[in-house]
């Protein structure tokens, strides 16, 4: 495999509860080895239909706020018509739709650009399904 494109795919535990889950550290780690220095994109993806990726300052309160906010707009409740699951599953289906389930960041001498307060985050609201995957890969 050619070193321009390099992948790798981690495996997160998000447990039986909501969550922001800072993927940061993880992309870092793996443009260290990937990017080598290099300038390029990271691309970011998880191969769920109820999980999201998105950037956004985490620890202050923000994480909760998202969670919160979907919550609003994504009642866990009886009005959806995908109804497997927990109660209000189907509202982990919509999900994507609001957060999706990629991002592409540009990477500068190896690192990621991105501003003063931005992480990149796993977003899972689906109470069902503990295990999650992202995808990251380096184009450079």
Do not use: Y
Not at 56 to 62: F, I, K, Q, R, V
Not at 74 to 103: E, Y
């Amino acid at each position: 495999m050619s070193d321009a494109f390099t992948t790798r795919t981690l495996d997160i535990t998000t447990g039986h509860h909501e969550v922001v889950h800072d993927l940061t550290d993880d992309c870092a780690a793996f443009l260290a080895e990937a990017a080598a220095g290099r300038d390029g994109l990271l691309n970011v993806f998880t191969p769920h239909a109820t999980a999201g990726v998105a950037l956004l300052e985490t620890g202050s309160g923000s994480d909760d706020d998202l969670l919160a906010a979907l919550h609003t707009l994504l009642p866990a409740d009886d009005r959806w018509q995908h109804r497997h699951g927990s109660p209000g599953h189907g509202r982990d289906h919509v999900l994507p739709a609001l957060v999706p389930p990629h991002a592409t960041l540009p990477v500068i001498g190896g690192r990621m650009a991105l501003g003063t307060w931005q992480s990149v985050c796993l977003v899972d609201t689906n109470k069902d399904n503990p295990r999650r995957q992202v995808r990251l890969s380096f184009l450079g």
